[in-house]
């Protein structure tokens, strides 16, 4: 977290004449450059940028508050904090004050002060709001083999966090899908992404499991079915449990066109560790794609070793089929997040003229 507040003195308003042959003692100069629009205020103007933006500069003050601190009006006092230099990367909340007396705009400062502190040693990092902010991946824990790639999703955040503006977390969050009061059961509503992952079979869920599954997914989740292969009994399970849990809803093959190849990158096919089934397998809820199948090992092309090196090698391309996998995965983050704004007409004429490259 990155609030640094510092005073911009402002030029103190000509003496009056004075029959004195001295001269006018110069205004004071500002120890830092003085933001645009703020040249008319008296006394000190503060301005308070708490978080960061690649685009944090002093034009970023909305306009209507920058003619409010320009013309102050009787009995008013502006009042605002400034960053002397945007951070890195996030968010910018602008906390500016006017209208206050001098000790409500003490009080104001002080609040500020303490606030940015408690900020900046709570966090290393730049932030925008805090952990709560930075977007993490659900896997689910069920009776199987749910853990057979527990690096994978690790490495997925940290590819996304790094090809994209989205603020992740580090580490993924396992969510339970019983209702057993457990910080894993109450975690699962606050994951807009599932995953749902395995190898060999999986047991059977109850129906409160089932349930609490579907709320998720009606109120706005999306679920990621990653198998081994197209051969592994988890599959079969795992399209048991969904024929259950959405009666009436049949899986259907998502078209070369379908938003999730084209949320952020564009994808001409669906890759994993395998490239055994090129197209992905989807279940709509409303207008929007909530369930994804893929059965090629997503999770396997990003697995690495408690050394760093990938476990399993990509099949049949290597590494250039590792980098179209994690493209897939980039684009299922950015599904989940944005949903198919990418379909938009505007979006169109980019997505074409790429497509002719």
């Known amino acids: ?14 003496p009056s004449p004075s029959p004195s042959p001295s001269p006018s003692p110069p205004a004071p100069q500002a120890d830092r450059a003085t933001p645009r629009g703020n ?20 034009t970023a003050v909305p306009p209507q508050l920058r003619e409010s601190l320009s013309n102050p009006g009787p009995g008013n006092s502006p009042g605002a904090a ?12 602008l906390a500016g004050c006017y209208g206050l007396d001098v000790l409500a705009r003490r009080r104001f400062l002080t609040s500020s002060v ?15 709001i805090g952990p709560t902010s930075e977007l993490s991946i659900g896997v689910v824990r069920h ?8 690096e994978a999703l690790r490495r997925l955040l940290w590819e996304t966090g790094k090809r994209t503006s989205i603020n992740v977390a580090r580490e993924r969050t396992v969510v339970s899908l019983d209702d057993d009061g457990s910080d894993e059961a109450g975690a699962l509503f606050w994951q807009p992404l599932l995953f749902l992952t395995g190898e060999g079979p999986m047991p059977a869920w109850t129906p409160a499991a ?24 988890f599959l079969l399970d795992a399209a048991r449990e969904l024929d259950l849990m959405l009666p009436g809803l049949t899986r259907r093959r998502l078209p070369a066109d379908h938003v999730v190849m084209k949320s952020f990158f564009l994808i001409p096919r669906a890759e994993g560790r395998l490239r055994l089934d090129e197209t992905l397998e989807g279940i709509d809820l ?9 059965k090629n090992d997503l999770l396997g092309a990003f697995e690495r070793d408690r050394f760093g090196t990938w476990r399993f090698e990509c099949e049949p391309d290597g590494d250039t089929q590792r980098e179209r996998a994690f493209r897939l995965g980039v684009n299922l983050m950015m599904l989940a997040t944005c949903l198919d704004y990418k379909e938009d007409q505007v979006h169109i004429p980019f997505i074409m003229k790429k497509k002719r490259r």
């Open 82 to 93: 400034v960053a002397p230099r945007p951070p890195a990367r996030g968010r910018v909340v």
């Open 39 to 58: 040249n008319k205020a008296s006394g000190s103007t503060w301005i308070c940028f708490i978080g960061s933006s690649r685009a944090a500069t002093n």
């Open 114 to 128: 303490a606030s940015a502190c408690a900020f900046a040693l709570g966090s290393g990092s730049a932030r925008a």
């Open 143 to 150: 009776g199987g083999q749910w853990d057979h790639r527990p």
């Open 286 to 294: 409303g207008n929007r794609t909530a369930v994804v199948v893929s």
């Open 210 to 233: 089932r349930a609490r599954l579907e709320r998720h997914l009606r109120y706005g989740g999306m679920l990621v079915v990653d198998a081994p292969s197209p051969s592994d009994p």
């Open 1 to 14: 977290m990155s609030a640094v507040i510092s005073p911009i003195a402002q030029p103190s308003p000509s």
